[in-house]
């Protein structure tokens, strides 16, 4: 539901163009009002309110208290360049665990990426028992090693090569099976993890099933998190090996504290940085892009 104060309301008409849902209207020489038979279309996007120069508008569940003061100066062109060409991914992580008030500040940051449909569908487990976080790396190489020895079988081995498609099949001959092996030499030989490379901090975004847009929204929680970690000093490494462990594990999701049913869309490594900074920022580029 949402109401108009009309003795707060300056008739400006920024609620009736910005709700997207189009629940404002000002009829000609009228007061501005929601429409009733608009109302439950609200995702609780916060729009109206957020534009409203007097408060005048409220909607359902929402209060102005929860709103945060705009900072004063949007980010130049400059800031965000040095944001993302200051980020690496970090792989050598100091041992000092991470203070939570830093890590909910990564939070609160990254909850006010885009999500499909509000209110958002990302859940985030954040992991800092050193010991769960040990379990990954030999549960990762385990699940691989299995995954490895499922596709030489005839059946499920053709089905399986069928599901994960041919580019992910070629990867796991030819770049994840050595890789593995390697990983498990060195945790062996030299007690090195290269799967959580002794980050401190595990995040991980995952949803309830049946979550509308669930992976999208996970997906870039996350990359918001990389982010605003990095603006606060810290190193991250988005880890595809722990998320597909994570989303194919159920019993693994269920001991870091993740609900069985869970689906599992991203994690994140998580630490103070050990490296001094990068001098250099690598060339990048996306493979193609074409102008129509
Ligand atoms: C979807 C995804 C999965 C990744 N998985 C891993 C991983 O399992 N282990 C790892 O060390 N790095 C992983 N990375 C980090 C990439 O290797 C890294 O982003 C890439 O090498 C580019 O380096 P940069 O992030 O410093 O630009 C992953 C990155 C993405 C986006
Ligand atoms: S909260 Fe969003 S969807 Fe709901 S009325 Fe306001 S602008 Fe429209
Ligand atoms: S944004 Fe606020 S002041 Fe402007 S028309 Fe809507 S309710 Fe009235």
Not at 154 to 172: I, K
Not at 173 to 192: C, K, N, S, V
């Amino acid at each position: 539901m949402q109401l108009v104060d009309q003795e707060k309301c300056l008739r400006c008409g920024a609620c009736v163009a910005i709700c997207p849902l189009r629940i404002y209207e000002k009829p000609e020489g009228d007061e501005v009002r929601a429409r009733p038979e608009r109302a439950w279309l609200c995702v609780r996007c916060g729009h109206c309110m957020g534009v409203c120069p007097t408060g005048a508008v409220a909607v359902d569940g929402l209060g102005y208290s929860q709103f945060m003061p705009l900072p004063e100066k949007p980010p130049t062109a400059e800031d965000f360049a040095r944001l993302v060409l200051t980020r690496r991914s970090i792989r050598h992580y100091r041992p000092d665990p991470v203070p939570r008030e830093l890590l909910e500040t990564v939070l609160e940051m990254a909850a006010q990426a885009p999500a499909g449909v509000p209110p958002t569908t990302v859940e985030v487990a954040v992991i800092t028992d050193r010991n769960r976080i040990a379990e990954l790396g030999p549960a990762v190489i385990h699940q691989i090693k299995q995954l490895r020895k499922a596709l030489r079988w005839p059946v499920v081995g053709w089905l399986l090569r069928r599901q994960l498609g041919p580019a992910l099949v070629a990867a796991m001959d030819r770049f994840i099976g050595p890789l593995t092996e390697m990983a498990e030499r060195l945790q062996r030989e030299e007690g090195l993890d290269m799967v959580t490379w002794g980050a401190p901090v595990v995040m991980v975004f995952h949803s309830a099933p049946a979550g509308f847009c669930a992976q999208e929204n996970c997906i870039i929680a996350a990359t918001y998190a990389m982010l605003a970690a990095h603006s606060l000093g810290l190193g991250t490494c988005w880890n595809g090996f722990v998320g597909a462990l994570l989303a194919h594990d159920r019993t693994m999701r269920e001991r870091m504290g993740i609900p069985g049913d869970h689906s599992v869309h991203a994690a994140l490594l998580t630490g103070y940085p050990a490296w001094p900074a990068y001098r250099r920022v690598p060339p990048r580029s996306f493979r193609a892009v074409r102008w129509t």
